[in-house]
């Protein structure tokens, strides 16, 4: 998507694996790891080759935008 946003003028969205996991492709997470919000970290450990690198790359940026998000709400009350 990232690649082609400058030639698609349409709105984009990713759906992740989606389609694999309810076309039986891919195994869904145990519904424990669903629970606790970690079925990425399940993705991330049976495809370690394809997920690392773009977990590498983006999650610190989604984690430090959290963090400061949490910290500004938590200043703002009385």
Do not use: S
Request: glycine share 6%; net charge positive.
């Amino acid at each position: 998507m990232a690649a082609n946003r400058a030639r698609t003028p349409a709105v984009m969205l990713g759906v992740g694996a989606v389609f694999d996991v309810l076309a039986g492709a891919k195994p869904h997470a145990p519904l424990l790891i669903r629970r606790l919000g970690f079925e990425w970290l399940f993705r991330l450990v049976l495809e370690p080759r394809r997920l690392l690198w773009r977990y590498a790359r983006h999650n610190p940026r989604f984690v430090w935008r959290h963090i400061t998000e949490r910290v500004g709400r938590q200043q703002l009350r009385p």
